[in-house]
């Protein structure tokens, strides 16, 4: 195999060993997950936005975003309240105990990789985008050929 491949594959195992270690962080001094920790930072910049709102800012799927929004209503961090103009709407609010989450928890609120990856020049950031989307569709190519296969060529 060539050796480019491996440093390549090295540089991914820094960046996911970098990004675990921030997430262990975020758990061990808040009792939060990090994706969990992002909403409430992003609940306490706009008190009453929505779940769509949020899935959006963070580019995660409305109904991840719904799941992360009542785990963190489950341990009373987060409320919903419906919007006053609107009754159909919900607008999300944090509780008193959420203030107490951000206080302890390590930056960046967003998370490492969100954090390096804003701190990237733009070409650079659309040179990355570009050949990580040709990662992508290799795997997404193996993925589909792997389902197309019989089980019994398994």
Known sequence: MDTMPLVV?????????SVRQHFRDV???????????????????TPGCGVSELASRLSIHQSTCSQLVEK????????????????RRVGLHLQDEAARVLALAPGPFEGVLPQALQ?????????????????????T??????????????
């Open 9 to 17: 594959l090295k540089q991914f195992r820094v960046i996911y060993g």
């Open 141 to 154: 190519d193996r993925d589909e050929q792997s389902a197309e296969r019989p089980l019994s060529d398994l």
């Open 72 to 87: 963190l209503i489950a341990k009373g961090l987060v409320s919903k309240v419906r919007k006053p103009d609107d009754q």
């Open 119 to 139: 701190g990237l020049p733009s070409e650079v950031l659309a040179q990355l985008h570009q050949n990580l989307a040709q990662v992508v569709a290799n795997l």
């Open 27 to 45: 758990e061990q001094r808040c009792g939060v997950s990090g994706s969990q920790l992002w909403l409430i930072h992003e609940i306490a910049r």
